[in-house]
């Protein structure tokens, strides 16, 4: 197991990237997100902390504040950003992006009323149509890209927001890939792909200092708790709150 998590696994796909893949276990996967990514992806901190700031500073201004979500997958990360927005009193207006049609027309048929944009686009053309958002976010997509991709868009990413950029990704370590194991025997034999591409997804994650080094100017390799790594860029004009060290 030491040898499969020494380094980075980037030559296997996930299954659920096949666009020949199982609908039924697709439609699965999509589901279970919106039940594994409140446990495994540590939302909530990260909005107060990160996102939060620059939504409010848009209040400030006057305007509804503007979230992207990009490879939103089944829209289970901008619901419930939009979910807290909103409980906090903010004006907000979400767009969910993923290049991947099936993504957007599961989310979009699942929105349950929360409002989301979802297009079927990729980063590179917002930024070629001169868009903006006060934030920018994704959730377990930087490990999916190559080092070329991750470039890109790690670019349209800071050329996007006018606030803060977060990108939410696994953090790769043996007892990570133990937990997640554990966790998921349940699913073994269901009809769906979280176990399989859940355990690929962290033998394909950046540890921090892997992260850190493939991070351009102007970007930061937070580490969280919970097996957790996120990439931050602030544009100037926003300022993060003084609560701490990056840890939620």
């Given amino acids: 197991m030491d040898l499969l998590l020494r380094r980075r696994s980037v030559g296997e796909p996930e299954l659920m990237d096949d666009p020949a893949c199982d ?9 279970l997100f919106g039940v594994i990514n409140p446990l495994v992806a540590s939302w909530r901190p990260v909005y107060r902390r990160h996102l939060r700031p620059a939504l409010r500073a848009a209040a400030r201004q006057g305007r509804p504040a503007t979230v992207l979500d990009v490879g939103c997958g089944g829209g289970d990360v901008a ?12 004006d907000v207006r979400v767009t969910g ?13 699942h929105d349950r009323g929360a409002g989301i944009a979802y297009r079927t686009v990729a980063s590179g053309a917002l930024v070629e149509a001169g868009e903006s958002y006060d934030v920018v976010i994704s959730n377990h997509m930087l490990h999916h890209l190559t080092p070329g991709e991750l470039a890109g868009v790690l670019s349209d990413s800071q050329a996007l927001t006018r606030g ?30 979280v176990r399989f591409d859940g355990l690929l997804s962290i033998r394909r994650s950046h540890t921090p200092a892997e992260l850190a080094a493939a991070l351009p100017p102007g ?5 969280q708790r919970f097996f957790r790594l996120l990439a ?17």
């Avoid at 992006?97 to 048929?109: C, F, K, L, N, V």
């Avoid at 100037?236 to 939620?248: D, I, K, V």
């Fill in 97 to 109: 992006i993923d290049p991947d049609e099936r993504a957007t027309r599961w989310a979009a048929a």
């Fill in 79 to 90: 619901r419930a950003v939009a979910r807290w927005a909103h409980r906090d009193g903010l």
């Fill in 232 to 248: 931050v860029h602030r544009a100037q004009e926003t300022t993060p709150p003084r609560t701490g060290r990056g840890r939620a």
């Fill in 23 to 31: 609908p039924v276990a697709l439609d699965n996967t999509y589901r």
């Fill in 164 to 193: 803060v950029a977060v990108h939410n990704d696994l953090r790769r370590s043996r007892t990570a890939w133990l937990v997640y194991w554990v966790a998921t025997l349940p699913l073994a034999r269901a009809r769906t792909f």
């Fill in 219 to 223: 970007w930061q390799a937070v580490g």
